[in-house]
Nanobody, 118 residues
Framework: VQLQAYGGGLVQAGDSLRLSCAAPGRTFNDHDAGWFRQAPGKEREFVTSISWRAALTSYADSVRGRFTISRNNAKNRVYLQMNDLKPEDTAVYYC????????????WGQGTQVTVSS
C-alpha cells in the first residue's frame, strides 16, 4: 500500500490543523492506520492509531485529548484532527498502515511538515 499524507502547514500555538492520508488507487479499509511523527534530532514516535473498522483507537499521552484520529473507509481516507497545537508538536507527520491483525507497520506515506510557532 502506498500512502500519501497532506495537510501540514505553519500555524500558531493554540490553532488547529487537520491532516489527511490517502492510498491512491487502492483501498486500505482492511488495514489499521496510524500517525507517527519525527521532530528534528529525535526518533520517530507513535502518535495515534485506528483499527481497520474504526472500533479501536490509541493515542500517545502527549496528544490524548487534543488529537483525534478518524477514518472514512468509503472515501479511503484517514484523518488526524489536531487541536490546541503546541510548539512541541512541530514535526514531520507520517501516516502508516498495517494489515489487520498484524503487528508491524509496513506501509508509510512521505510525511507532511507541521510547524507550530509560539
Amino acid at each position: 500500500v502506498q500512502l500519501q499524507a497532506y495537510g501540514g502547514g505553519l500555524v500558531q500555538a493554540g490553532d488547529s490543523l487537520r491532516l489527511s492520508c490517502a492510498a491512491p488507487g487502492r483501498t486500505f479499509n482492511d488495514h489499521d492506520a496510524g500517525w507517527f511523527r519525527q521532530a528534528p534530532g529525535k526518533e520517530r514516535e507513535f502518535v495515534t492509531s485506528i483499527s481497520w473498522r474504526a472500533a479501536l483507537t490509541s493515542y500517545a499521552d502527549s496528544v490524548r485529548g487534543r488529537f483525534t484520529i478518524s477514518r472514512n473507509n468509503a472515501k479511503n481516507r484517514v484523518y488526524l484532527q489536531m487541536n490546541d497545537l503546541k510548539p512541541e508538536d512541530t514535526a514531520v507527520y507520517y501516516c502508516a498502515a498495517r494489515p489487520r491483525f498484524a503487528e508491524n507497520w509496513n506501509a508509510w506515506g512521505q510525511g507532511t511538515q507541521v510547524t507550530v510557532s509560539s
